[in-house]
């Protein structure tokens, strides 16, 4: 059942981007170009009435700084994430990551917790699902989320709190591991809980997504409504000119501070021995990938541009739980084509399965955020936030109905 939802989420891909063919492609295209009207609709609707009050803010007391992006996935949310929460921890912070574990399971019994100060233990109705309070992981990648769980395992003292209901998450974050900087991952749309600072992250590659909004496209919003954004993260750069892309962004936001990066590949990790090593080691390797990512194209092109010959590439959908069979029948084509390494994302290796015969070693790629221009941008918005020592003054919601 799990493979066939999988197929169907991986053809959907397809006809989204156009890469899919034939009548039933077409039809299908059609068909989710009228609900993209809808959609649209609703989009607008929802916004309107949190500008206008008809849908209520909750002000927790503490900065929340939202990290999101207009499309659906592909920007290189995570490692930018990861960025601000080891900058703001580093700058004496204590900040905590709110995330709603998209694709985690449900916990079979809520965590056992009591409040350090009063030995009183949290109703099970306020508990959110705690990944991490600053030190190693505390649930197991499934009830987790392949992101959350990442961030936990490479943010030593940055909690981790997983909730569709981030109110609650941002709550219990506050009271119970006594943050005072709350980082809202993928939060753009969330708007229940009022936002002190948006990033918002644009792919250079494809910065506004397909163009369509859902679900004939990969927008969430209208593009327009970029002008939501407080700063502007162009992501994954390749050391072109953004100038063209910049000046299109500045119709749709004027006052908006821009810091352009690239994600930047760091090290080979072996999943199941540790071992680090150089980018160097992956010159002229004959190798095999494996991901389950928003856009892979992204992944294999880092890989041919570090020397790599890419034999072929299983790509599954985004955030995919690997299972025995898969990872099995995927090292026996390896093996069988001769190829001399595995490589996949770190997102996926914490959902990669130690095949059953491990004949080719597995490993994943290591990727950091490296600002490339806008350094004194980023510097002044650290100072801000690290800056702020107090409960902040709460802010009025500048969302502008697509």
């Known amino acids: 059942m799990s493979e066939a939802l999988d197929e169907l989420e991986q053809w959907g891909t397809e006809v989204i981007f156009g890469r899919a063919k034939g009548f039933r492609a077409s039809m299908m295209r059609i068909l989710l170009w009228g609900l993209s009207g809808i959609y649209r609709i609703g989009v607008a609707v929802r916004l309107r009435r949190f500008r206008n009050g008809g849908k209520e803010q909750q002000y927790l007391g503490t900065q929340v700084i939202s990290i999101g992006n207009l499309t659906v996935g592909g920007t290189g949310k995570t490692p930018v994430v990861e960025l601000f929460a080891r900058t703001l921890r580093e700058r004496g912070r204590r900040p905590a990551i709110l995330s709603r574990g998209y694709k985690s399971k449900k916990l079979s019994k809520v965590q056992p917790w009591e409040n350090r100060v009063t030995g009183e233990k949290i109703p099970a109705d306020e508990m959110p699902k705690v990944v991490s309070d600053g030190g190693e992981p505390l649930l197991d990648v499934a009830y987790a989320g392949d992101e959350p769980w990442m961030l936990a395992k490479n943010l030593p003292g940055v909690s981790v709190v997983v909730d569709k209901n981030r109110v609650k998450g941002g709550r219990f974050a506050v009271r119970e591991l006594e943050a005072d900087t709350l980082i809202l991952d993928d939060g753009l749309q969330y708007l229940h809980l009022a936002h002190s600072t948006d990033v918002v992250l644009v792919d250079q590659n494809a910065p506004f997504g397909t163009g369509q909004i859902l679900p004939r496209g990969t927008l969430r919003e209208p593009a327009r409504n970029l002008c939501r954004a ?173």
């Open 230 to 402: 407080d700063y502007i993260f162009i992501t994954k750069c390749d050391g072109s000119s953004n100038e063209q892309l910049i000046t299109k962004m500045r119709k749709y936001n004027k006052h908006a501070e821009i810091i352009e990066c690239t994600h930047g590949p760091q090290h080979l990790e072996n999943l199941f021995t540790g071992e680090q090593v150089p980018l160097t080691f992956l010159n002229d390797k004959y190798l095999a990938a494996i991901s389950g990512i928003a856009v892979p194209e992204s992944f294999e092109k880092i890989l041919r541009n570090l020397g790599a010959h890419v034999e072929f590439h299983r790509v599954f959908s985004d955030h995919h739980s690997f299972n025995q069979k898969e990872i099995d029948r995927f090292m026996q084509r390896c093996v069988e084509r001769d190829i001399e390494m595995i490589v996949t994302t770190e997102k996926d290796a914490v959902r990669f399965m130690q095949p059953s015969e491990l004949d080719v070693p597995v490993y994943f790629l290591r990727i950091e955020v490296d600002i490339l221009s806008g350094h004194e941008v980023w510097g002044r918005l650290v100072d801000r936030i690290c800056g702020d020592k107090s409960c902040i003054d709460p802010l009025l919601l500048r969302a502008t109905a697509g």
